[in-house]
DNA sequence: GGCATGCTCAACCAGTTGGTTGATTAACTA
DNA sequence: TAGTTAATCAACCAACTGGTTGAGCATGCC
């Protein structure tokens, strides 16, 4: 199981180390060990969760000397956030019964109601 | 651990099955037997996909005599990409270099290049 | 070569996850 | 009352997760 590309990235999503190891590469490219200074664990489970987000393609690693360098590479979180965009209109009142993003491109209906029971 | 909701709400989104079933409460809200129908499983490991949506706020379940029909409130989705959305910049190349979003609210500018290497 | 630094690999452990089967509860039906 | 249907609860299991410690490898510096 977890073979596939999204169910990888929402799992490494799922934990708070992970994500703040994100927010942290969003300023720039970082070594393990500064990853891992904020951290109250070891080097290697920061090692571990790096591994994990590789895995998912959320980070590449280089290599320069004895450092390996992360980057964030955030492909994958745009194929998860478009997955996620289907349900818009779950939570986005203006997506509500036009049934359509393209719609929605076009003019907004500001109106509300029938939140609920979309027939099925 | 998994104390915070968008670890929850991540950690649900990671399975196939879990997906499908919000999928298919798109289409309008349904009862265990019927979420269950397409799926290689007990009803129970349905019941059990159930409850992590549940417990992630991602459905909500009612009461119908001895039916409990379950129904999709993607509020929660709302936060996980809100979270995502602050590396938009990562993948989209309208964000590129101009470090926020309301400057691309008001100017499409098109221009590339300097994908990375952005200091920290 | 010898040694410190940066990082990974391997083994281990407790807790969680995702599935199973069997029993049980709750509501309707006859 | 008995029986059917819908769904959950409980116990169990294998596999995975997230952490640990200790050893090992690669690189740069003296």
């Known amino acids: ?9 929402f799992a490494a999503l799922a934990d708070p180390t992970r994500r703040a190891i994100v ?13 891992a200074a904020p951290f109250p664990m070891s080097l290697q489970a920061i090692s571990k969760h790096l591994k994990v987000l590789e895995r998912a393609g959320l980070i590449t690693r280089g290599r ?28 986005d009142e203006r997506y509500d019964r036009l049934g ?14 029938q939140n609920n029971e979309q027939a099925g």
Do not use: H, I
Not at 3 to 8: A, E, G, N, Y
Not at 23 to 35: F, P
Not at 81 to 86: A, K, S, Y
Not at 100 to 113: A, C, I, M
């Open 1 to 9: 199981m977890m073979t596939d590309q999204l169910s990888s990235v």
């Open 23 to 35: 927010a942290r590469l969003a300023d720039g490219a970082a070594t393990v060990n500064e990853l």
């Open 64 to 91: 320069e000397a004895q450092w390996r360098p992360c980057r964030l590479d955030a492909g994958p979180l745009r194929d998860a956030v478009e997955w996620m965009e289907r349900y818009r209109r779950f939570w």
């Open 100 to 113: 359509g993003y393209l719609r929605e491109l076009q003019e907004q209906t500001p109106r509300k109601e």
